[in-house]
């Protein structure tokens, strides 16, 4: 059973910076994609960054160049760099696991954790 973990949501002014981290139980987190989607009050869900088991990332045009997504296959741990935050980046945050960048959002997924910038 693969379970996932988000850390480090906070409340943070316009401009600065904070650090996702998502922790993967089993075995299968060197082969599987893994993703970042957030979800703001009367939004669409969106998929913020994604990296392929090889390594290979992507990112929504809202993000490029603010945002970093790395995983650490030792760790089973995956981490979403943010900077340069802005007041429109306020939604929780949610790790996806899949087995490719294409089926991340029908695999599994962590409770979210709630990233607020305020202006």
């Known amino acids: 059973q693969v379970q996932l973990v988000e850390s480090g949501g906070d409340l943070v002014q316009a401009g600065g910076s904070l650090r996702l981290s998502c922790a993967a139980s089993?075995?299968?987190?060197?082969?599987?994609?893994m993703g970042w989607y957030r979800r703001a009050p009367g939004k669409q869900r969106e998929l913020v960054a994604a990296?392929?088991?090889?390594?290979?990332?992507n990112y929504a045009d809202s993000v490029k160049g603010r945002f970093t997504i790395s995983r650490d296959n030792v760790k089973n741990t995956v981490y979403l760099q943010m900077n340069s935050l802005k007041p429109e980046d306020t939604a929780v945050y949610y790790c996806?696991?899949?087995?490719?960048?294409?089926?991340?959002?029908?695999?599994?997924w962590g409770q979210g954790t709630q990233v607020t910038v305020s202006s």
């Open positions: 990296i392929s088991a090889g390594g290979n990332t």
């Open positions: 996806t696991m899949g087995n490719s960048v294409a089926t991340l959002a029908q695999s599994y």
């Open positions: 089993g075995s299968i987190f060197s082969m599987s994609a």
